[in-house]
């Protein structure tokens, strides 16, 4: 059973880099199936991607966040990262990281709890 | 990008009910087309993929139709679990997804 799960810091100041990293358990995240993407939600309001990468560590990102995304790929850790620069209070928001599956035309099938990451000074 | 419009963005409906739920692409996504159901505090979960199969686990009150940039999600015979928000999401442009802006469905 694939299990993702978030981490980082709850709190990130304004105009410093949000942090934060996945941990895939119950299997490699090195397999040639599999993106793996983070998706955030502000409070109160939808869904929106943010990136995604491929175990061959080739990426793509929401055109909207290009400039300040970086997600990056641990396979020694089983980990994946997103790095997101130069935050304001608009970044506030619950950050998922999810698996988009190949075999189910690339639907989101497994998801992590989510981590609520505040920007504030 | 590919936007991806719901409608509507709030429904009420009674346990019992049958309510329906649109979702129209900005270009044609052929069947590569996801629906997904939040409740609080939760991460989303994933209902239907390809337009139109059910997710290993779902409940077969769920079910989804459509093709090429019209979309519908059908829920029948409402049950109290049901309510909460659902949201479509395209990926046709595989590795860069978009959702639909949320229809949440109240208990009237």
């Known amino acids: 059973q694939l299990h993702l799960q978030e981490s980082g810091p709850g709190l990130v100041k304004p105009s410093e880099t949000l942090s934060l990293t996945c941990t895939v358990s119950g299997g490699p995240i090195g397999s040639s199936s599999y993106y793996w993407g983070w998706i955030r939600q502000p409070p109160g309001k939808g869904l929106e991607w943010i990136g995604s990468?491929?175990?061959?560590?080739?990426?793509s990102y929401s055109p909207s966040l290009q400039s300040r995304v970086t997600i990056s790929v641990d396979r020694s850790k089983n980990q994946f990262s997103l790095k997101l620069s130069s935050v304001t209070v608009a970044d506030t928001a619950v950050y998922y990281c999810?698996?988009?599956?190949?075999?189910?035309?690339?639907?989101?099938?497994?998801w992590g709890q989510g981590t609520a990451v505040t920007v504030s000074s | 990008d590919i936007q991806m419009t719901q409608s509507p963005s709030s429904l009420s409906a009674s346990v019992g009910d049958r309510v329906t739920i649109t979702c129209r692409a900005s270009q044609s996504i052929y069947n590569y087309l996801n629906w997904y159901q939040q409740k609080p505090g939760k991460a989303p979960k994933l209902l239907i993929y390809g337009a139109s199969s059910l997710q290993n686990g779902v409940s077969s009150r769920f079910s989804g139709s459509g093709s090429g940039t019209d979309f519908a999600l059908t829920i029948s015979n409402l049950q109290p679990e049901d309510f909460a928000t659902y949201y479509c999401q395209q990926s046709y442009n595989n590795p860069l997804y978009s959702f639909g802006q949320g229809t949440n469905l109240d208990l009237k």
């Open positions: 999810a698996r988009p599956s190949s075999f189910l035309n690339y639907a989101l099938d497994v």
């Open positions: 990468i491929y175990y061959s560590g080739s990426t």
